[in-house]
């Protein structure tokens, strides 16, 4: 294999889940390494649904820190039918809230606390529309007549349509989407209209979590779909498109927590979240995008600054981590199907 380098202006991850205390010590060296910001997902035991909270959290993230890393957490506050509106948006202006995160009530992990009529946050919505603080989605319906594969294209047309008619000014993300209706509803929509994508979407299809047995670690929320949707979502990756960016999902959980009889929902990705965007990017030969991806459309659509420093990547032969110790147990890390080719050589300068 040709040994290729790639430096890139260091790209941010606007979606991850870092959790708190000691997986939190464990698994946030690997994100620091990589990215210069992050949006952190506030589903904590308990959610992290006030600007006092999120505060605290943001500094116990940067205590936890590795000495000579450099990364900005940026806060998102959960949403709940009872949120103020007056201390989200202080804490907006203050700088403490980059976003606010809704999650439909029963969609995902730590997700009880959430939404389960949206018109009762809608004095809320048009708060954040006026202050131009962008609302996070996870879209997905909770109904459970509606089959799991199709929870977030039923949510697009019964919910993210309506909203969005509500409130054409709003800043929306539609976080993690795993459909080829995500991508052309992101595609078209009006507005300030924009989504994430993770890796493993992007390098697995909804095979990979029954390959000669159950693969638990292959399974996440929105659930991986079908071929046809995961060739959209690398259409819309590599496609230039400045609405589609990096956004990770990581969502580390404990081995034993995963390899259950109920087993949470979350691929752990962070280690080598880059190299496996990287390996995507290269197969469609698209390297030329990833930097768009990665490290400018996202800040442009939050109005923030790039980042300045670079990071470097090398493609070569490899084997990825399996495991990734924490003092309660081992997580286990995503590992593409193929193998990985790509890796982060050198941290950012
Ligand atoms: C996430 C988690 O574990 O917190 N899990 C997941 O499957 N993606 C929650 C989420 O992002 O929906
Ligand atoms: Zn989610
Ligand atoms: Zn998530």
Request: charged share 20%; hydrophobic share 45%; net charge negative.
């Amino acid at each position: 294999m040709t040994t290729l380098s790639l430096t890139l202006r260091r790209p941010d991850d606007w979606h991850v889940h870092l959790r708190d205390q000691q997986m939190l010590a464990a698994v946030l060296p690997h994100t620091a390494r990589q990215f210069g910001r992050a949006i952190v997902m506030p589903n904590l035991k308990p959610p992290v649904t006030t600007t006092a909270q999120a505060a605290a959290y943001r500094q116990r993230i940067l205590d936890a820190l590795p000495a000579g890393l450099d990364f900005m957490p940026l806060m998102a506050c959960y949403l709940t039918e009872t949120i103020d509106p007056d201390d989200l948006a202080q804490g907006h202006a203050a700088g403490i809230l980059t976003a606010a995160k809704l999650y439909p009530a029963g969609a995902t992990t730590n997700s009880d606390a959430g939404v389960r009529d949206l018109v009762r946050i809608y004095p809320v919505l048009e708060r954040m529309q006026k202050i131009g603080m962008p609302l996070l989605i996870h879209g997905e319906v909770v109904d459970a007549e509606i089959d799991v594969f199709d929870r977030e294209a039923v949510f697009i047309e019964q919910h993210l349509i309506p909203l969005r008619a509500a409130f054409p000014a709003l800043k929306i993300v539609f976080e993690h989407i795993t459909t080829r209706e995500g991508v052309q509803y992101v595609e078209t929509a009006e507005g300030p209209t924009a989504a994430t994508i993770t890796p493993h979407h992007l390098m697995i299809n909804r095979n990979a979590m029954f390959e000669r047995g159950i693969r638990p670690h292959m399974y996440c929320l929105p659930v991986a779909k079908r071929e046809v949707h995961r060739l959209a979502l690398r259409a819309a990756a590599t496609s230039g498109n400045a609405r589609f960016f990096l956004g990770t999902d990581s969502a580390p959980h404990l081995r034993h927590l995963k390899e259950h009889d109920c087993g949470c929902a979350g691929v752990f990705n962070a280690p080598d979240a880059l190299a496996c965007y990287a390996q995507v990017f290269d197969e469609e030969q698209r390297l030329d995008r990833l930097e768009g991806f990665a490290s400018l459309f996202g800040p442009a659509f939050y109005g923030l600054p790039v980042n300045d420093d670079k990071i470097t990547l090398l493609k070569n032969a490899l084997e990825s981590a399996e495991n990734w110790p924490t003092p309660d147990g081992p997580v286990r890390c995503f590992e593409p199907p193929g193998g990985l080719h790509w890796q982060v050589v050198r941290d950012y300068v």
